[in-house]
């Protein structure tokens, strides 16, 4: 059976150094603690290499190479210091012969394997199917490290990460990047103590805004030579558009471009801290009604024109920079506010939330890499609140492309801000009870839509404290016994062997009935 390889750049970790070490030329399965490199047929040390590039190139010509890593033989020694020592992970044969060259690529391989048109894209996080719900935790501690208390609680999560605001008190609002390594470090270091392999931990970057809290887009703003990376105001192109006092990024300009994709993205991977997915906000919020006919802070509104060429010019860039974590093995979760052309169908009033573009446009832009999209008000979206269409109309019109979604096999992590019941010492030990009211109706919808690469988190803001274990995730519907089925333009339900699941969206109604 061809096994699917996901690298992991080992230069981080010494430990992984030494480990490397002992297997080479070894043709034995091998095992690494953090799931990135399992149950591969056969590794081939192919020897020194001077640049990664170099090591993913020689993969990449062979279709029966499953992907590859690497990691720096001995940095005492002057000759190979820079040098990266490159392994291939080989399926189905124990040499590095010619011969297999025959055996194709698999298309369920993992982000090692380069850009494959139509591969599968892959779960980001452990995916157990469908046993227990996989939940989301994304907070930050403004004043430093989290204790082992809060650590037990992010451990719990299935996929686990830090906002913005981490460390920003002791930071002073600057080294947003050193102040979340240290976080995840220290997170890190903490679940390897205990043996928790199965939560995936992420850190956050921003795509439409140059936020002053992070070290490279701060000095980017501050130096005149990158004056046109930023959004001007169309009427007087003087004036450089500004929200709460930091600029927007203009992705038309391919200097602008090329700094985020191999300047500010490649620090990501030049960080390495523990992290195997990173979190992108507003990916492309400014031409998907944030600028919409109005204005936004100091500008004015921009025309469709200009609208459309901005989201097209953003969406080239995402297919530079998904490419760029991939190789160094990195998933992106993208904070996407498009939707699929077909979400507005079946009687309601539907609306293009994006001018220029659908979701299907970034769907086959990225076509052959490995990302996940993000829902920050599941299953609604911004700027979709205004007329025509209300609110019974918005919400299936947001469902209706989540299930498009599942059914493409896209992972998603859909966050809702609806109150819920954080679990305590009693219900902890009662079995799980289905959820009433808006915290029933948003769980519902996830459970309409979900696949198995689906994760589902709640919290009232982006701090530690806004976060716990609701009494919800320990609900356990089971696997579904079909795709959801719309009974009507508001209505979808779906079967699973624990559940039944019921959503109207005219009247926000959800049920889940246990079996």
Known sequence: MLVACIFWLLVASVNAVEYMSSFMNDTTTLQFDHGALKNLSTQVDIGIMNDASQCSARCFSSPRCAGYTWFTPDTNNATQKYALHCILCVVNSSDSGAAANSIPMPKDCGIGCGQISGRKLMSPWPSKGYDALPTLWFGANKTGLDSVETLQLVGRHTLSGYGWEQGITTHQAEHSELAQAEAIIHARDYFDSVGNNHTTLFVYRQIQVALSYFDITRDAVSNPAYKDFWLHDEENTSVVCLTQGMPM??????????????????????????????????????????????????????????????????????????????????????????????????????????????????????????????????????????????????????????????????????????????????????????????????????????????????????????????????????????????TGPYTFVRNFTNCDVYVNTDGLIGNITLK
């Open 249 to 486: 990024w203009n992705f038309t300009n391919s200097n602008a471009e090329d700094f985020f994709v191999n300047t500010f993205v490649e620090e990501l991977c030049e960080e390495q801290a523990g992290f195997t997915t990173v979190y992108f906000d507003e990916v492309d919020d400014n031409w998907c009604g944030f600028f919409g006919d109005h204005g936004v802070g100091n500008c004015s509104a921009y025309s469709n024109e200009t609208q459309a060429a901005q989201l097209k010019a953003t969406y080239k860039m995402l297919r530079s920079m998904v490419q760029k974590l991939n190789d160094c093995g990195l998933i992106p979760i993208l904070a996407i506010f498009n939707l699929y052309k077909g979400s507005g169908g079946n009687g309601i009033i539907g609306q293009k939330k994006c001018i220029g573009a659908y979701e299907d446009d970034l769907v086959e832009i990225l076509d052959g890499l490995q990302w996940a999209r993000f829902y920050e008000q599941w299953p609604d979206e911004f700027y979709m609140r205004n007329p025509p269409a209300g609110e019974r109309d918005r919400f299936a019109q947001v469902l209706a492309n989540g299930v498009l979604e599942g059914q493409a096999g896209i992972p998603v992590v859909a966050h809702t801000g609806v109150d819920a019941t954080c679990e305590n010492a009693s219900s902890a030990k009662s079995p799980p009870v289905a959820p009433t009211g808006a915290a029933a109706f948003h769980l519902a919808a996830f459970y309409i839509a979900m696949n198995e690469k689906w994760v589902y988190g709640v919290s009232s803001g982006w701090t530690d404290g806004n976060f716990c274990w609701r009494q919800e995730y320990n609900l356990k519907c089971g696997s579904p016994l079909g795709d959801a089925k719309r």
